[in-house]
């Protein structure tokens, strides 16, 4: 039997997507160039690691391991709803945010269906939304006039709304362009959609956020029915490798997700980690502190190197190296420091460096300035 055209077979909403690109891991750098000290920069992990009291908890359950998970998550899911002041029915849980919005796609997109996000948003609502054989009406990035340039432009994404419209999906702040949007205009937005349209405000760097007119907008739930909220323990809360996140919705909402939703889909370790990590103030404050200084170590150090980066409130940053940026990551990381092209998001002269230790930072900084020479 010859192999079929498995092309042809695909669903056609599956036909034109490209897999998600992640980070380079620094054993494969370490592997291909013989390096032994590489640095990532690569994919907003903390750089601390994960907290004490979230590794003790996962060691715990290690002996659980051939029971299946709570399916439910019911302690995570209601020490969740009690954080949001929201009912446990509430929380859906999913394996890393990207799953809730997995599941947020398939409950309300699909073939004849449209979705509305902005150029350079996040790479996981392309491929969420085309999967489902949906249309993306994709809405041109501020140019700076209205609101920092490569932010949302939120006019110009009410515009590509209309009737066939079921998503909105809004990052705040946005990766890669570390961008974010106001209380006020955000939640102005929200008011005037069509009440077909459910909005997605993702917030999986909300904890790093120092804005006094950034908006927690899982308060506004009560008053917004067609809101989902997404956050994640991926990014500050330092268990990416565990895949833990979750939305914040109406119940009715969450029902629906969780038709979609794989039984277990969020696993023991993962269950017990995060809701260690959510008592655990210590770690974050102390994540939150090295954040800054790092924060202020690159911004400080790219203007030395006559760079210009997008000012952002996550915990990386995307900076301007004034040419292709492809041959620089290749410079970076011959010097052993890995970091994110950023040219899948149209945005070729720009590398996104996460923010590290001091001394990582320090590494990238000193390898930028060999290889921009
Ligand atoms: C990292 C990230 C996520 C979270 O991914 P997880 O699946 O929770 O690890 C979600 N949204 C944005 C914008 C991100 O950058």
């Known amino acids: 039997m010859s192999h079929p055209n498995y092309m042809e077979l695909a669903a056609p909403g599956v036909r034109g997507l490209q897999p998600y690109q992640p980070g380079k891991p620094l054993a494969e750098l370490e592997r291909e160039y013989g390096i032994h000290d590489a640095v990532k920069l690569a994919s907003n992990e903390n750089p601390l690691g994960p907290g004490a009291l979230a590794v003790a908890a996962a060691r715990e359950v290690l002996t659980d391991l051939s029971r299946y998970p709570e399916g439910s998550g019911y302690l995570l899911a209601e020490r969740l709803a009690g954080k949001h002041a929201v009912t446990p029915a509430a929380i859906t849980l999913g ?25 350079h948003a996040f790479a996981v609502y392309p491929i969420a939304v085309q999967a489902t054989g949906a249309r993306a009406r994709v809405a041109p990035a501020a140019d700076g006039s209205s609101g920092p340039a490569y932010g949302h432009d939120l006019a110009a994404m009410a515009e590509r709304v209309g009737p066939q419209t079921r998503l909105v999906f809004i990052a705040n702040p946005n990766n890669p362009t570390g961008t974010w949007l106001k209380e006020a205009e955000l939640r102005a937005f929200v008011d005037d959609l069509p009440d077909h349209v459910m909005v997605v405000i993702d917030e999986a760097y909300f904890e790093y956020v120092d804005e006094a007119d950034y908006p927690d907008s899982s308060r506004w739930l009560a008053e917004c029915p067609n809101l989902i909220v997404t956050r994640t323990f991926s990014k500050a809360y330092g268990l990416a490798g565990l895949r833990v996140g979750y939305a914040v919705s109406d119940p009715k909402v969450a029902d629906l997700l969780n038709r ?33 200084a790092g924060m202020a170590q690159l911004v400080s150090g790219f203007e030395r190197l006559g760079l210009s980066c997008i000012k952002s409130v996550g915990n990386f940053v995307a900076v301007d190296v004034g040419r292709p940026a492809a041959a620089v990551y290749e410079g970076l990381l011959q010097s052993g420091v890995i970091v994110r092209p950023v040219a899948n998001y149209e945005m070729p002269n720009h590398l996104r460096v996460t923010v590290g230790l001091p001394e990582e930072n320090q590494r990238l900084l000193a390898a930028m300035k060999k290889v921009l020479a």
Request: aromatic share 6%.
């Open 95 to 119: 394996n890393g945010s990207n799953d809730v919005l997995d599941m947020i796609a398939r409950v309300f997109l699909g073939p004849g269906i449209e979705a509305v996000y902005s150029q």
């Open 260 to 292: 979609v939703r794989h039984p277990f889909n969020v696993n023991t370790v993962g269950q017990v980690a995060a809701l260690a990590a959510l008592d655990d103030s210590g770690h974050l404050e102390e994540t939150l502190r090295v954040h800054r």
